[in-house]
């Protein structure tokens, strides 16, 4: 694993949701789950029918997420992407539901 430039915008953060935070709202399965490790949204991975973090990422330029659940322990960056090494580890909030 790498670092970037944009490691400088990792922050400690509290994970918005207990799950994907829209496909919770609209009642969607989700594959995985990433963390923005800039403001703390949870959204679903790539491979989730409605890849929320992807679309966070777009909707407000936060470069890099967490793979949150399971943890994964590695971090990513959509601006250069690029697999990055993580400083930490965020905790989950509590037990995360299962829908795939």
């Known amino acids: 694993m790498t670092s970037c430039i944009h490691s400088t915008t990792i922050n400690d953060v509290t994970p918005s949701a207990r799950g ?3 496909c919770l709202k609209i009642g969607s ?11 703390g949204h949870v959204g679903c991975c790539d491979q989730s029918p409605n890849r929320h973090a992807s679309s966070h990422f777009h909707a ?3 470069p890099i997420i967490e793979g949150y659940d399971p943890p994964e322990g590695w971090g990513w ?4 992407e690029v697999e990055i090494a993580l400083p930490d580890q965020t905790q989950q909030r509590g037990p995360i ?3 795939y």
């Open 29 to 39: 399965p989700w594959l995985h789950l990433r963390l923005c490790r800039s403001c």
């Open 20 to 22: 994907c935070e829209e």
């Open 60 to 62: 407000t330029r936060h």
């Open 77 to 80: 960056c959509y601006v250069d």
């Open 97 to 99: 539901p299962r829908y």
